[in-house]
Nanobody, 121 residues
Framework: QVQLVESGGGLVQAGGSLRLSCAASGTIVSINAMGWYRQAPGKQRDLVATITSGGSTNYADSVKGRFTISRDNAKNTVYLQMNSLKPEDTAVYYC???????????????WGQGTQVTVSS
């Protein structure tokens, strides 16, 4: 009922920038919160940033001041601008949608397939 498709990952040198995008599709009426999580090899999936439909944001301490999350509610799309990237930012980045009202129902959690971000030193 909800599909999330990420784009924008890739290989970048330390200090560089990347912008991730995630578009949600389906019979969507509204999405409460959208966000980004990341998972490095051998580690758990961790929060990067979230944003509510009203624009309230939350960031992991490790990315504060470097990453900016934003969203376009009309397009059901969330973005992650990543600046001053570090090798430790290397991970698969996953888009999430929490609390999605769809035609005829409700989807608690939806995830994208992930996009690889690699930061070389």
């Amino acid at each position: 009922q909800v599909q999330l498709v990420e784009s924008g990952g890739g290989l970048v040198q330390a200090g560089g920038s990347l912008r991730l995008s995630c578009a949600a599709s389906g019979t969507i009426v509204s999405i409460n919160a959208m966000g980004w999580y990341r998972q490095a090899p051998g580690k758990q999936r961790d929060l990067v940033a979230t944003i509510t439909s009203g624009g309230s944001t939350n960031y992991a301490d490790s990315v504060k001041g470097r990453f900016t999350i934003s969203r376009d509610n009309a397009k059901n799309t969330v973005y992650l601008q990543m600046n001053s990237l570090k090798p430790e930012d290397t991970a698969v980045y996953y888009c999430s949608a929490r609390g999605t009202r769809v035609v005829g129902g409700f989807v608690h959690d939806a995830w994208g397939q992930g996009t690889q971000v690699t930061v070389s030193s």
